[in-house]
């Protein structure tokens, strides 16, 4: 994974049909997709409940991109090892998620992936402060965790601001993650975010069996991002 400031659009397969995971990531590749996003969500952390490691093993050999597995989990510690042998190239843990973020980002890298730190809409960027140094990604989540489709809230637009200023020229990607859509795109994207999650604003209006709605849906937010 080489590091750029380009804009990445990263569909969450949260919004994908769940009975065909495989071909949807093959689609959305196809349609000109960046990375994949996979929220992993465990009923406790955030009320909501998604994928454990077999699941994201056996979708890793449809990955050609980027696997951004993203962890909505706590206790967290004790499952990154499952993801990193699942095929995870970033692990993103929630800041929330435990007393002690800093092991958390030295387990991720010791497990060979990116250690991505997420920070729920409550939490400043100032938390970030000491953990510059080991970490790959800052997201920046625009809605509360737990479900795709909702608002988002545009007090985070100044933290993303705050965060580009912290990180300097270090390679660190910031990456927003809910309501991503044409019209919130470029508030991030200007205030210095490179990596957009989208759920909802990619897959609508496609499927496996119609997938072009998929490739529209993406460079209609590259292209308000890069605007
Ligand atoms: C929210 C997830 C997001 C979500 C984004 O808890 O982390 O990745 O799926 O969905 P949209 O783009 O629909 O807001
Ligand atoms: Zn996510």
Redesign the pocket.
């Known amino acids: 994974m080489s590091f750029d400031r380009s804009i990445k659009i990263a569909p969450?397969i949260?919004?994908a049909d769940f009975a065909n995971f495989g071909q949807e990531i093959q689609c959305i590749e196809a349609q000109g997709c960046d990375w994949v996003?996979v929220?992993v969500?465990d009923g406790h952390f955030?009320p909501n409940l998604t994928f454990g490691p077999p699941l994201v093993a056996a979708i890793r050999p449809h990955v050609k991109t980027v696997m951004d597995v993203?962890l909505?989990i706590s206790p967290v510690d004790q499952y990154i090892d499952a993801y990193a042998q699942a095929g995870a190239d970033v692990i993103t843990a929630h800041y929330e998620a435990t007393p002690h973020i800093h092991r958390t980002m030295q387990a991720i890298r010791a497990a060979g992936c990116k250690a991505g730190l997420a920070l729920n809409p409550a939490t400043p960027a100032e938390v970030c402060e000491y953990l510059l140094d080991m970490v790959d990604l800052i997201c920046v989540?625009t809605?509360n965790?737990?479900?795709?489709?909702?608002k988002f809230i545009h007090s985070q637009i100044d933290k993303v601001k705050r965060l580009r200023a912290m990180i300097g020229d270090r390679p660190i990607h910031i990456e927003i993650?809910?309501?991503?859509t044409p019209e919130t795109a470029p508030l991030v994207a200007a205030a210095g975010a490179d990596v957009l999650?989208?759920?909802?604003?990619v897959f609508k209006g496609g499927s496996v069996q119609k997938p072009a709605p998929y490739g529209e849906n993406i460079r209609a937010i590259r292209a308000a991002a890069q605007a």
């Not at 993650?177 to 991503?180: A, L, P, S, T």
């Open positions: 969450s949260l919004s996003h929220d969500m955030v993203h909505m989540m809605v965790p737990g479900f795709g489709g909702q993650d809910g309501g991503v999650v989208a759920g909802s604003a």
